[in-house]
């Protein structure tokens, strides 16, 4: 058996093939525009969720390939969202991943419009590709629900709110299922609707989205307090005083509620033909960080 | 015969309620987004766009009621645009339509999310309401094409791009068929797409779309140069210096263009089966500014 790494490493390998094809330049008028939707779609990261909707392609059965367009929309969104979300308006980063953050290249503008385009043209890219009007319907739908004011967008208003006050478990936990959660679930069930797997299947997509999320949520904030900046590549501590899972419950329980979120997370997988990869893929998210 | 002022008053009453009933307050926790998404879509407007699309709708011969789910996409997607058009890092504007801009209400990072939120949401909408999954679809790829990096936000970037230089005519006219013409576009090809209207429709939807799309701007320039903002409600002589039609043309060969793309928007209703409400739009766009 093919040992998770690999597997993404390969997956990856064609996933960002595809991903350099979206903006050529063609000698367009508005190239800048490409330019500076490229360099952050561009910029790395470990894609966690088009490997997720790759994932649960294969897991209902199909061929990886049938879930192109919608890998392609989740990592755009995902990348609009770290572009608003490093503006001065918001969190005002100057560096994402080691680089100069999209607005510190090309101005706060032209990297508003950068996100702007990439978070339109998601749409585009669903409905264009080889998915029936059915599949690429269903997607958007998905997508734009786990995205929108219900998902993400209200999770970062959420989020927004909730910085000056110190928030009850729930408000925690309502944040990160909209910020974080919502993309995850979307990536995970846009699989299996390409796929064309079941309603019981799409559920427990949803289901293992939700635990994966949060134990991606609370390793995370476990990491930022006890990992090594020079490991992890990013810097940490940066939480203090922030309303975190470590915060409000101790390291001890949130290691153990790692475990647990990983296991009903897996639990989920009993609809699916095959369960390897995503089985490991939780498990490695108790151990480390992605 | 009903006059245009009629119907298009008519028209609204219904759009307006559907309008209100996107975003009501269920006690959500982000609710203060539902605010913010509010202030700006329900802030007036002669909602040209959704007029177009229940037009078309009914030029095909369907009821409007088919539409619905366009016209609200439609508008929110327009009204994404002047949130974010407004914020400090694009146009910095204080006031629209005589009331404060969503970031002076809100703050810019909630400003910035409420665009977002409309502009995800209005894909939701599209996708949720009563259109066949094919129409839906076929929707989604007209607004995206016509709304991102291709359209609307690729003529803002060059819009940008063409503020601290001389425009060629070509280079004007490529940046109001994207910016301001995308959007008109889209309008009217989801009308007909809502109907169930032919290919040959489809493409007469456009055609009337880029002539009264373009007539508009020209007529927007000219009343920049003469208008009485008393009358217009709002300020005149703003586009002093700026790469606008009247510059390059002078405001007797603008008149002129404005009768010669009106009549060309008209003649590309031939297609359609009724004719008259769309054809007096047109020749309104002659004589005054929406």
Chains 1, 2 share one sequence.
Not at 169 to 197: H, N, P, W, Y
Not at 210 to 236: M, S
Request: net charge negative.
């Amino acid at each position: 058996m093919k040992t998770l790494h690999d597997t993404w490493q390969q997956v990856n390998l064609r996933f960002e093939a595809l991903l350099k094809e979206l903006y050529l330049d063609h000698g367009e008028p508005q190239a800048l525009l490409f330019e500076a939707m490229n360099y952050s779609l561009l910029a790395g990261g470990k894609r966690l969720r088009p490997f997720l909707t790759y994932s649960f392609c294969q897991a209902v059965g199909a061929d990886a390939a049938r879930a192109d367009s919608a890998a392609l929309a989740i990592e755009m969104i995902h990348t609009y969202s770290l572009i608003h979300d490093d503006l001065p308006c918001m969190d005002n980063d100057d560096y994402r991943r080691g680089k100069l953050t999209n607005h510190k290249v090309y101005g706060e503008g032209i990297a508003a419009l950068a996100g702007d385009g990439l978070l339109t043209d998601a749409f585009r890219v669903l409905t264009s590709g080889s998915l029936d009007a059915a599949k690429a319907c269903a997607c958007v739908r998905v997508l734009s629900q786990n995205a929108g004011p219900w998902g993400m967008v209200g999770g970062q208003v959420l989020d927004i709110l909730s910085e000056s006050r110190t928030c009850t478990r729930q408000e925690v936990l309502d944040v990160q299922s909209r910020k974080t959660g919502g993309l995850i679930r979307a990536a995970c069930q846009m699989g299996v609707i390409c796929a064309g797997g079941s309603d019981e299947m799409l559920r427990a997509a949803g289901t293992y989205a939700d635990h994966l999320g949060l134990a991606f949520q609370i390793r995370d904030d476990i990491l930022d307090q006890t990992g090594d900046a020079a490991l992890l590549g990013k810097a940490v501590g940066v939480d203090e005083g922030k309303n975190t899972f470590v915060r409000l419950y101790g390291l001890e329980a949130c290691e153990a509620m790692v475990l647990e979120q990983t296991e009903l997370a897996i639990n989920a997988l009993a609809a699916f033909r095959t369960q390897e990869v995503l089985t490991e893929l939780a498990r490695n998210m108790a151990v480390r960080n992605h």
